[in-house]
């Protein structure tokens, strides 16, 4: 049994994709795709019941391009208001009309010099840093495209958003254009790693492109508060981080832009806002809306730039979800198996019920070692495969001394 487990939960299958480095296990997929969603369902009432809920910390905002903003823009920005005076006063004149041909599912689509305007208003807000996870790769109107690139020279520490793209034969980044790229104070890799559900993590070194860091790394860089751990910088770079969450979507505070433009930001966000990072997305708690993405929480999905705004805080206040490596995670699950597969050989009527119960107790570990110390046990081959496994050999077992004791005492023919 115990070899059993050690093919399913040991890396020792190569990755078909060349910008990994390592290798990949039966249960890798499953655990972070199904394991995850039972321990993150599984935090919310063991920390509630004994220590109160999560809290994520407070360096770090969400500037949403929502439905709302889009619509503002498409449809009402000729409407007298405060943030229509404060748009329309930035916005070079000829882009006013550009405003109706806004794609919905398209952020990017939006004149460009809106997001120069917006820059101007969050540094009149306070914030240090601005990160923009939209990758502008393609040329718009010149002065629409130098609006915009002044803003970024203007505020000094602005981010921007590196994209990629694959495909059979090629790999490769998406860069911003370089009037922007060279204004900017840094580049980031915006890409996320999921296993067909929820982004459970995104990339932090990538083979292939080890000249790039990460949109969080780079935004934690820049900012560097004094609550930061420099220390984290001294660990070795996973390929990928695992996300630790901090509930669904929305739990991160988040302003809706056109809140920004209409001053109406609440105290405790317009207060934090010299010690925090703006992250500026497509983001709506309505589905299927662009840049989203499956929750492991029940709910509406997550933005990607609230994602990548998690990111951020995982690191900027150490707060990283740590897996086991594939040794340690083999070697507890090993154990676990051997100590099933003993019982089975030497007391097979007790792990029917053992089995059900170990399972269980070992989920209750898995989940307070993950609520309370971020330690990411493995959940699918010992509670899916292990427990289950032994459990049918103890009933096969029983079964064989049955019978072979109805064979002892059947008379003789």
């Avoid at 997001?115 to 040329?139: M, R, T």
């Amino acid at each position: 049994m115990a070899l059993f487990a050690w093919i399913f939960s040991y890396p020792w299958i190569p990755d078909f994709d060349p910008s990994r480095t390592s290798k990949k296990s039966i249960a890798k997929g499953f655990d972070n795709r199904y394991g995850l969603a039972i321990l993150y369902r599984l935090r919310g009432p063991i920390r509630h019941i004994l220590r109160g809920p999560i809290r994520p910390p407070k360096h770090a905002v969400v500037i949403a391009i929502d439905r709302k903003t889009i619509d503002w823009l498409k449809h009402n920005v000729d409407t007298p208001s405060t943030a229509s005076e404060r748009l329309l006063s930035c916005l070079p004149a000829g882009t006013h009309g550009e405003l109706k041909n806004i794609k919905v599912r398209v952020p990017s689509s939006i004149p460009r010099s809106f997001y120069g305007c917006l820059i101007k208003q969050l540094s009149e807000v306070g914030y240090p840093v601005v990160v923009i996870d939209i990758v502008f790769a393609d040329e718009g109107e010149d002065g629409d495209d130098k609006k915009f690139a002044d803003a970024i020279k203007s505020h000094g520490a602005i981010v921007l958003a590196i994209g990629y793209e694959s495909s059979p034969v090629e790999e490769h980044d998406v860069q911003p254009i370089a009037l922007f790229a060279e204004n900017a104070a840094a580049r980031g890799l915006a890409l996320l790693e999921k296993t067909g559900g929820p982004p459970y993590g995104y990339w932090r070194k990538r083979k292939g492109f080890e000249h790039l860091q990460s949109l969080a790394d780079e935004a934690n860089n820049i900012h560097r508060s004094p609550t930061s751990d420099e220390s984290i910088d001294e660990t070795e770079k996973p390929e990928i981080e695992h996300f630790w969450l901090y509930g669904p979507s929305g739990t991160i505070k988040t302003i809706s832009t056109l809140d920004i433009f209409s001053g109406k930001i609440p105290d405790g966000i317009r207060t934090a806002a010299q010690t925090s990072v703006a992250f500026v997305g497509a983001s709506d708690t309505v589905d299927n809306f662009p840049d989203s993405h499956p929750s492991f929480f029940t709910g509406s999905d997550i933005s990607g730039v609230e994602l990548f705004a998690t990111a951020f805080l995982n690191l900027n206040a150490n707060q990283r979800l740590r897996p086991l490596s594939p040794v340690a995670g083999s070697t507890v699950t090993m154990l676990f198996a051997f100590a099933l597969g003993f019982l089975v050989r030497a007391r097979s009527r007790y792990v029917m019920l053992v089995a059900p119960s170990a399972a269980i107790l070992y989920l209750a570990i898995a989940a307070f070692a993950f609520s309370y110390a971020r330690i990411f046990l493995p959940i699918a081959t010992p509670v899916f495969v292990v427990a289950p496994t032994a459990f049918f050999l103890a009933i096969l077992a029983r079964y064989r001394f049955a019978r072979t004791l109805l064979m002892h005492l059947a008379p003789a023919p």
